[in-house]
């Protein structure tokens, strides 16, 4: 892996360990973060040896959020006229969103690792992972609203398919702080651990677990729910038989299978 | 504001109070309450002032739902032509539903605050509401059923995004009341308050709270998540890039960021 | 009703039994299996005898899921070329998405009774039903990803819906097995009974009470619900106002109303 | 009918007869035209004795679209904060929408005889309307880019339905001027009469023919193929049938069939 | 083939030719011609060897669409309940309406050739076909508006994709009739031939020309074609990808390369 | 502009003209051209300046589609197992399709210049763009069924927005070769023009007159008919009153304004 400036990556055990790494600013998402993670996630896209992501923040907290100097800077790009400005901040919001839909659109399983602050820009991100898991202590706010404006680069809109629209909507009017048992029992966290070393031991126990799975099938679970979010059930039924009309003609099942006739653990391939 | 029959609306404090006063009538939504709720909630669009609206019963009860003399009045309109019999009864739904339509489309917040019944149509009126609140003693029911008919001014359109497939189905099945805990525990209120004062006053402290933020910011969430309810995460992703495109150069951004940088408070024009 | 050798089916007092009937085998879904239960929900269609069904697993377990046979005899039936092969695995598995869309779409209600094993295709089978009860000790658990498969006859397409996406990838990653009592904290199932007779008596005590109701509502309520699955509430708003144009001429409305205001039982035609 | 300020409205044999009445302004649409369009759709939607409707302009031109001075005067509505102004705009456009909306929504049928000018504002109302009919040297512009506008009334949204999607580009990014010949050819219009009297005779008979069928048929038939302009075939075979299941209990069936079996002319109820 | 009575079905040269057979009755289309209609696409889907389909009327019309006796016999089902009679009426169109989605759901290109009537019914048939070819003297006429109901069983669907939506309210609201020459015109038919010996030899030729291309490439171009009816074009292009992801490993690519590297004419297997 | 191999760009009065530029290849598109489209668009869409794109071919043919070889070249990619066969091609079309996106998502309107060949893949190209233009022989064919596959980097999923969907299905089955006069019979191209010269002065000539519009006014037309192809009338209806929510607060609309009012030419800022 190349270096990279706002996140340590680690691949191990065929799990990518993504951690954002700048702990003296609470892992604020500066201009890097928003381009690193990008070429990240290709990588781990175009990897077969990849089979699952760990996402965490290094130090007290996960993030705090959008760097509000980056916020500032954008600001310094707008000219008089309103109509280009629109135009240039429209393309602006589109990139940041980008960002997040490399998340979202990983062939692999994203799992995020919370503890401390999760705030703003934070949720819009674990918004984009597959699962979430926290600390009781963890602290989540849709802040998003407490500067100003309406969240755009993905809380909106993939938040309610996870919370549902309820709770939703008072969490994103109101900005409230709630913690990661309250999370928990809305959904957005699957499971709290204990403390940050209980919680990254569960996580990577649940990435190994996964790990051990047939790529194949994994990849081919992680598209149909995806596909779900936005589809009718008739499409995706659709969809999925013509998908396994390829993948079960894969090794993987024979492996499977034949693992599961002598009680063995199956390897599957890359 | 004008005289209403079947309402007593009140600004304060940037809150418009909607309450059904009808108690001597457990709330029935009579002719009245159905065009009069319509000239509220445009009145409560066009007012710059308002900014968050508590919708509540007068008396012991939220509200019963539909007048049943209403309802029996809809029959003697009708003639002998079957096709022509259907034609002023799909007009005459459209109609009751864009009663409905005029809260879920209403541009600022609506918390409802339920105490006691909650039937057939009050269903309807709620889950046009953004947010719900209740007594534990509060009593739901999906009472339609109970009368032969499937519900039709928006509870099985509506409430499914809520409360999840599983338990809407028996709720609508069966017409099975439940108190306000369990609507709690399934999603259909976010919190219970210990009776009617308690209720009210932590409903209003929460759409105080509201009032406070950037109105900008405030509809601009309102109408994202509205808008994600039937649409898919990238073609929301485009809306918002597109909305906030204007948003940003609103001068509310400016004012937040300045008042988070002095840890003040900030005021937002209407 | 004909003889069917996967199923034992059983008409009382409105209610349909369908029992899954190879104990023996776990009640394992062979080829029998797939074809009767078509038959036997269009008989459940067109018999208007039959207002609810209760579907349940005979013996210790409601189902182990596909017969491992009958998915081994699909690969003998594949030639060399990939291309013809895709095309008949496609085929093959619409076939089999076919018998679970046969429950989806009746326009009766179905409860599905569970207890033991529910594991692989069981889960696609309940998630295609209206409502789930189970044992505390019943053991949920999406198979497929342990042999080498994404689930294709409906699990990953309907399930999302029903206990929201965050849970749900993690079950389908994992496969990990659930009890009832958490299936009921995640909405999987709508009640847990202490035990196979309690849960049997409990669930036909709601289909009863279904029964009771007017066949015109629950069909036009379950008809609207399943509609909303898949479409946005201004559509579904437009057709249930369709529908009710003609059903709200039904005299079931008139006997219910008629029964509510003498305070009796009311008594509806198939 | 009331009095309209810039219409003039007939209603005459079940036909009623909608014209733009500013000769002297080259009919352009000003303040008084964009209401009262609203309120003489809904009178003819309401009016069981309207049928058909014809939608004309008087003199020599149909329209030069929308009034100039109007346009100006929302500029003057705006104030400092870009947010705000954008608020204020895009309730004004929705606004401006829903005139249109309402001719597109009518129930009834609506011819568009068009001579002369139909520029801009024009083009965008004919888009709502049926059919189109023209005189050979009708000239027509989609003149909005020529004031430095995306065309935001219906023009965009609704014409490529019509013309298809490439001749749809070249009209809109030129502004280019084509005659009712070209207009035919592009399907734009269904058919050209050599002049303004030929014209009116032409899409009157039509309208008189329209007028003859049965009202429920044809308000069935209208409803459906404007649903098919956002639907999907399987929703739109679904929605005929529910629709149809009220419709063809109707007088009309039976009254058509009895005409159609002694050769005779049938007269239908309104 | 087994042997059909309003049907006459031959295969020859991988071409199945499907001739309505009731020309003393001018093919309508009576009890036996719906049911054995389904039969027979099923058995076409099913037999690898049948690669292309002709659809043609015996005698001098194609059809005069469905028969008046079947549409009585449906009324004389109904009871006195409108909402029991709405609920059979809704099952009678399903059921009818299958029949052409046979036809449209069919995987192997279906041809139809049409002279002398094609009216009513017989439109919703030829609308679910791929492609339609006819003599100038065809006469096709959307009937249904004359018997006092809208259409129902897909020409209010299918059609507006095919010939626009401008000119299809004109012919649905008129019942018009138009000849060959003005449907070749609107795109209603791809050519006209000179009477029905040069149709049916035009027709067949163009048959014989498909059914010697790739089987798998022309499924999968239908396929597409199908699906872009409804679909995005995003969804589209993920579905091709995912579609000939298993199809390029075809041997039927390599067969026409090395045709193609060779001038050679290629052989493909069913 | 950098240098490229498969492409010749200029940059003259705002106009991007991009050739594709190996004559003695029939332009056929080999792995330099799949990957320099998206740098060229890229740079396109960033720069200001750009205001319209001419597409063209240099020599005596558009383009002959595909490099058999860069085909040839994905075969020998491929391993032994099927399933991860299917992914390799899966993402390998993905990344083609995404060449053309660059087109069709270009913010800018792109005009194609077809002369001689236009085959396979061409036809997916032009397909993306905004307006087509052609000489009178010109020869349009959807070559891909002639090498057994079905088309898939994008002419079966927007063609039928352009032609419809009755020739569609008779082009994309037999692959026949139309020319220029029957393209534009069809819609699939605008105009033609004698020959190869006058076809560029003419393209030229309309990319001019668009290029002397308000950018923002084109920019904002293009987007919303692009919109249009894949949504709802009434979803169009609120994205434009969003959209032009900031737009109109730009100086072009009063720069177009003023020159309209003073008979002058306007000029815009890029």
Known sequence: MSDYKAFRVELTDKIAHVEINRPEKINAMNADFWTEIIDIFRWIDETDEVRVVVLSGAGKHFSSG???????SVGTQLGKDVGRNAQTLRRKILELQASFNAVDNCSKPVLAAIQGYCLGGAIDLISA???????????????????GMAADVGTLQRLPRIIGDGMMRELAFTGR??????ARAIGLVNRTYADR??????????????????????????????????????????YIATWNAAMLQSADLRVAMAAHMNKQKPEFAD
Chains 1, 2, 3, 4, 5, 6 share one sequence.
């Not at 702080?177 to 309250?182: Q, S, V």
């Open 66 to 72: 959008i760097d509000l100097m980056l916020l500032a």
């Open 129 to 147: 992972c597959d699962m979430r898991y926290a600390t009781p202590d963890a602290q989540f706010s849709i802040k998003e609203i407490d500067i």
């Open 177 to 182: 702080t709630i913690d990661g048992e309250e």
């Open 197 to 238: 070393d209980a919680l990254l031991e569960g996580v990577f126990a649940l990435a190994r677990e996964i790990a051990a799975k047939s790529p194949v099938a994994v990849r081919g679970t992680k598209e149909m729910i995806r596909y779900m979010r936005d589809h009718r059930v008739d499409d995706g039924l659709e």
